[in-house]
């Protein structure tokens, strides 16, 4: 093939001037479609390169899907794996390169293929328009989510020990023990979707929408219930500041056997905060509770549960999540908590 494009670069002014008056199809040739006339007349002569032509010359539109697939492995962040979708479709144009080339034009780059190809004047009803689908499977590792039985939320309960200290002791390190209300009966208790509680504490308060009005000087405040892990990784737990005091507990000893000694973090009378992460399994529920309480005047509880990818999963603006449940709905899993005053 070099050589023969050898002997058309010599033969090229003789072409020009010689045969510009040559046409092939009734019309006159063009000066690119001279410089290859050997070819042209070649590829017009061969059957089996006019196909190829009309394959090479028509073009393929071919569009890539993906196609997304679920699986109980949860490997993705806390919300994106949620809200992932199949990706639009990519649509190229290219060539047909299914038909083998013929060896005329066995050698020669793409571009002066189709050169050689257009000057054999192929009409263009003839260049039917190919389309070929190209589709790549990518998994999505959609989280677990549980199963709902009108369990969501935390319970709590509203007590009036007569161990609340006087506030006057934030001077020196407030201490309060919160088992005092392990076997105290509470006032009221009932179920909430969020937690936060700030007042000037002058007036009776209600608590967490409930109808009923609660003395806000010298109270405790019992939260739990238990949070379901739906990636694994690290939970944050935090206080940004309390007035008086606020104790949290995880795991098995939220459940039973919580002491002053064995909280989590714990936080009293300070406008800093506490922090406590956590390593949870996805799939999993873990017991957990906040026991906040209140001398006099001013009242400051505020709580927040973020999951690894930041989402919050609770907190003041909290409207019900399927991950922060009183109990599972198999009954096992996450089993109910004892009646309050019952605890251990």
Not at 77 to 84: D, E, F, S
Not at 123 to 134: E, G, I, K, N, W
Request: proline share 7%; aromatic share 12%.
């Amino acid at each position: 093939m070099q050589l023969l494009w050898y002997f058309l670069s010599l033969a090229l002014p003789t072409i020009t001037y010689a045969i510009n008056a040559r046409n092939i199809g009734g019309d006159l040739l063009s000066p690119e479609c001279l410089v290859i006339e050997i070819v042209v007349e070649v590829l017009l002569a061969s059957p089996e390169a006019t196909e190829f032509c009309e394959s090479f010359l028509a073009p393929t539109t071919t569009i890539s899907k993906t196609v997304t697939e679920t699986s109980s492995s949860c490997a993705y962040k806390y919300a994106a794996a949620r809200t992932q979708k199949n990706a639009a479709p990519q649509i190229t144009s290219e060539p047909d390169r299914s038909l083998a080339t013929p060896a005329v034009l066995q050698g020669l780059p793409s571009s002066e293929i189709s050169q050689a190809c257009s000057c054999i004047d192929i009409p263009a009803s003839d260049l039917t328009t190919r389309t070929h689908t190209q589709t790549a499977t990518s998994t999505t590792k959609l989280c677990p989510i549980p199963t709902t039985c009108g369990n969501e939320g935390m319970q709590w309960a509203y007590y009036q020990p007569p161990s609340i200290p006087y506030n006057y002791n934030c001077n020196g390190g407030y201490s309060w023990d919160p088992t005092a209300i392990k076997d105290m009966t509470p006032s009221y208790n009932s179920t909430t979707t969020y937690i936060g509680l700030i007042d000037d504490g002058t007036s009776d308060i209600s608590i967490y929408g409930s109808n009923q009005q609660f003395n806000s000087q010298f109270f405790a405040l019992n939260h739990r219930g238990y949070i379901y892990a739906e990636v694994s990784g690290d939970y944050t737990f935090n206080t940004p500041g309390v007035d008086d005091i606020n104790f949290f507990w995880w795991g098995p000893d939220a459940y039973s056997g919580w002491t002053e000694s064995n909280v989590n973090a714990s936080i009293a009378c300070s406008g800093t905060s506490a922090t406590v992460n956590v390593t949870l399994l996805s799939g999993q529920y873990y017991p957990i509770r906040f026991i906040f309480a209140n001398a006099e005047e001013n009242l400051v509880e505020v709580m927040s549960i973020t999951a690894p990818d930041g989402t919050v999963i609770l907190d003041a603006n909290s409207t019900g999540s399927p991950y922060i449940v009183q109990y599972s709905c198999d009954g096992t899993s996450a089993k109910p908590y004892p009646l309050f005053g019952q605890e251990t």
